[in-house]
Nanobody, 134 residues
């Protein structure tokens, strides 16, 4: 059974940084698409960043490129999201998600697609709140 547990959320001022962590267990498949998504009140869930673990390919939403970094620590079975230069409009609940991503020639592209299609990922954490004040 896959379990994802996020931590690291909190309150920061605009321009500040936070590092989110997602402790994963039960990931027994050979490769996954894993990522971070966020949802603000009254808005749809949106992709922030994803990583295809088979190649460590990373993809980002345009709005966070250059400021956020997604990474994984295989030894710790942990996914991270380093968030720098945070903006007030990025206040949201941040979720970790994962799903199996078969090792094919199009695996990276498939994972990139999932950045804009969160409903295609089957495993989700409970979320961690990030609040950015101006």
């Amino acid at each position: 059974q896959v379990q994802l547990v996020e931590s690291g959320g909190g309150s920061v001022q605009a321009g500040g940084s936070l590092r989110l962590s997602c402790a994963a267990s039960g990931l027994t498949y050979s490769s996954y698409c894993m990522g971070w998504f966020r949802q603000a009140p009254g808005k749809e869930r949106e992709g922030v960043a994803v990583i295809y673990t088979g190649e460590e390919s990373t993809f980002y939403a345009d709005s966070v490129k250059g400021r956020f970094t997604i990474s994984q620590d295989d030894a710790k079975n942990t996914l991270y999201l380093q968030m720098d230069s945070l903006k007030p409009e990025e206040t949201a609940m941040y979720f970790c998600a994962a799903d199996q991503e078969p090792r094919t020639l199009v695996a990276s592209g498939s994972c990139f697609f999932r950045l804009t299609a969160p409903k295609t990922l089957n495993y989700w954490g409970q979320g961690t709140q990030v609040t950015v004040s101006s």
